[in-house]
């Protein structure tokens, strides 16, 4: 059974950094593009930044470019998101999911529809 958890969710100030971590399990991780979404109270759940399994190549969401690093380590299986200079607007649930397509024919911002599994989320809530 595939399983994906994430950890490394909590408080932040405005400016800091929090570094999001997902390990994987029962499927072939090698064979999966991983990626991270977030959903705000209120709002649509959004592409974060995705790494392709096809090339390593990392894609970010313009609201996050800049200030976040997406990375993967095959032999732990884990996938990690690494967030700095936070704002206010980062807060929301993150997920990690895992799909078996090309991250680059979809773009983050439609990554949401080739994801096969997800975590449960952790929770980032950034304050001033």
């Known amino acids: 059974e595939a399983q994906l958890v994430e950890s490394g969710g909590g408080l932040a100030q405005t400016g800091g950094s929090l570094r999001l971590s997902c390990a994987a399990s029962g499927f072939t991780f090698a064979d999966y593009s991983m990626c991270w979404f977030r959903q705000a109270p209120g709002k649509e759940r959004e592409g974060v930044s995705c790494i392709s399994f096809t090339n390593d190549k990392t894609y970010y969401a313009d609201s996050v470019k800049g200030r976040s690093t997406i990375s993967s380590d095959p032999a732990e299986t884990t996938v990690t998101l690494q967030m700095n200079n936070l704002k206010l607007e980062d807060t929301a649930v993150y997920y990690c999911?895992?799909?078996?397509?090309?991250?680059?024919?979809?773009?983050?911002?439609?990554?949401?529809?080739?994801?096969?599994?997800w975590g449960r989320g952790t929770l980032v809530t950034v304050s001033s």
């Open positions: 999911a895992a799909g078996s397509i090309d991250v680059g024919l979809y773009g983050v911002g439609s990554a949401i529809y080739g994801m096969e599994y």
